[in-house]
């Protein structure tokens, strides 16, 4: 747990889970409650992570091998984590995190093929003790969230990103390895079924985080509770 004034909850899962979309609820629900939100995403989040984050998703790093790809994002992970995601928390904010290190155990160390030892190793210090409280794991058949993310990407000038593009296989196996993780830590972690509806997903996760919040920030005044 990140033991910081603030929360930090990571939102995670397939392509086309539904991740941004819920964070943008989340957030919202969150603000009308009076409280401080940070949204932030992965790979980015910081200005050294954004910088990284092309050559990740572009896959210009691709050709340089697996452990180069594992390598840069935790180097824009530490970079996100310390410019970004540990000052919001000691200043009390929520934190709201598109995808962290559990894509990456998926991604590189499941579907990538990594060894664990070098995963952890990388993990432990890009996130240099900044754990989630909460991990969110959207679950839904890859075949579902690829034909969802295809239509997002039907926009004029949106393409399928290096991750996107693989096969249905690969993602139904990263599918189950969140699961796993879920199963493994079941205190970190929450799977909700992203098959429902947007507003019903919403009201789902709002009621998973409430209990969560903050004591300094859910000590302000409700509306309903003034008097
Ligand atoms: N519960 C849902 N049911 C149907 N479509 C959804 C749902 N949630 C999100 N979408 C749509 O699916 C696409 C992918 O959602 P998005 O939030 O971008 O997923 P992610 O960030 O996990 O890749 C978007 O076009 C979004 O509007
Ligand atoms: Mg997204």
């Known amino acids: 747990m990140s033991a910081a004034p603030g929360l930090f909850v990571t939102f ?9 979309t819920q964070i943008q609820l989340l ?12 949204t932030t995403r992965e ?8 910088a990284v984050r092309h050559v990740l998703l572009s896959g210009a790093a691709e050709p340089y091998g697996i452990r180069m790809e594992a ?30 290190m559990d894509s990456s155990r998926v991604y590189q160390g499941i579907t990538g093929n990594l060894e ?9 210090v890009a996130v240099n003790g900044v754990m989630p409280d909460c991990t969110v794991i959207f679950d839904l058949p890859a075949a579902i969230g690829l034909e969802r993310a295809r239509k997002r990407a039907a926009g004029p000038n949106e393409q399928p990103d290096r991750f996107e593009k693989e ?5 139904e196996k990263r599918r ?5 993780i879920a199963e493994r830590e079941p205190l970190r972690c929450r799977v909700v079924d992203a098959t429902r ?9 709002l009621a998973i985080i409430e209990p969560l919040l903050p004591i300094t920030a859910a000590r302000r005044p409700h509306p309903e509770h003034v008097s």
């Open 12 to 20: 995670e899962g397939g392509e086309g889970a539904g991740k941004s």
């Open 27 to 38: 957030a919202q629900a969150l603000r009308a409650r009076g409280m401080t939100v940070l």
């Open 43 to 50: 790979p980015g989040g910081s200005k050294g992570a954004e």
């Open 71 to 100: 390598i840069l994002f935790a180097a824009a992970r530490s970079d996100h984590v310390e410019q970004v995601i540990r000052p919001a928390l000691a200043a009390g904010s929520v934190v709201l995190c598109d995808r962290f």
């Open 116 to 124: 664990q030892p070098f995963i952890e190793a990388l993990e432990r």
């Open 167 to 171: 096969e249905l296989q690969t993602h």
């Open 176 to 180: 189950e390895a969140f699961l796993d």
């Open 197 to 205: 509806t947007q507003e019903t997903i919403a009201a789902d996760v």
